[in-house]
């Protein structure tokens, strides 16, 4: 079945406490991504990848990080999180001649103490 | 002045009933139009694209005005299965990169 897998699916965790959320698709999508979404404000880009080893910033990449080593993975890495990245966190993937279309995993949620 | 904007609802509608949806963008150099679906505490799916010309999937029926920048969603015969939010996604470039998503429309169909 194809699909994007995110893990954790719920974490609490504290400040400062460096977290990975991991991401893995079996679509051989090139292009991957990051978003959170908050009340009001939508989905918001973080970090996306156009390919392994090519990653670039989107709207809000501040306190995240990423890497693209593996062409189905795609983790996402909080160094110090801060209660201010409390949210739901999805991961997309697309292939290249897509249109539009953004295959989601189910999401991540986050919260920081 | 967000990007795309929408109305967020919520909207109440008895089951059976019509309902339209319309967003706004503002960048005039948008190319590509998209409605998605969104249940509650689930991720996001692609419902449908909007074509200049408006497109018909069923019960739905996107269109989309340049010259005003708004695109619409109208829902017809609803039903319980359709409530969720709906999100109007607007993309400038030709990489998916180019994204941007409205904070979405809240939809409650109601027996």
């Known amino acids: 079945e194809a699909q994007v897998t995110q893990n954790p699916r719920y974490l609490i965790t504290v400040t400062g406490k460096k977290l990975t959320v991991t991401c893995s698709q079996n679509?051989?999508?090139?292009?991957m991504s990051w978003y959170r979404q908050d009340p009001g404000l939508g989905l918001r880009q973080i970090y996306y990848?156009?390919?392994?080893?090519?990653?670039d910033k989107g709207d809000v990449p501040e306190g995240y990080k990423v890497s693209r080593k593996e062409k189905r993975n795609f983790p996402l890495i909080l160094e110090s999180p801060s209660p201010n990245q409390t949210s739901l966190y999805f991961c997309a993937s697309s292939s290249p001649g897509s249109t539009g279309e953004l295959f989601f995993g189910e999401g991540s949620r986050l919260t920081v103490l | 002045r967000k990007e795309v904007e929408q109305d967020p609802g919520p909207f109440n509608v008895p089951e059976g009933a019509t309902v339209a949806f319309n967003c706004t963008y503002s960048?005039?150099?948008?190319?590509?139009f998209f409605w998605y679906r969104q249940d509650c505490r689930k991720e996001p799916k692609l419902l449908m694209s909007?074509?200049?010309s408006g497109n018909e999937d069923g019960r739905f029926t996107a269109q989309l005005n340049r010259a005003s920048q708004y695109i619409s969603l109208l829902i017809r015969d609803s039903k319980l299965s359709d409530s969720a939010t709906y999100l109007c996604?607007?993309?400038?470039?030709?990489?998916?990169?180019?994204?941007?998503f409205g904070s979405g429309t809240q939809l409650t169909v109601l027996p």
């Open positions: 909007v074509y200049s």
């Open positions: 960048n005039s150099a948008s190319q590509s």
């Open positions: 990848s156009m390919n392994v080893e090519v990653t």
């Open positions: 679509m051989n999508h090139e292009y």
């Open positions: 996604v607007v993309r400038t470039s030709g990489s998916a990169r180019q994204l941007t």
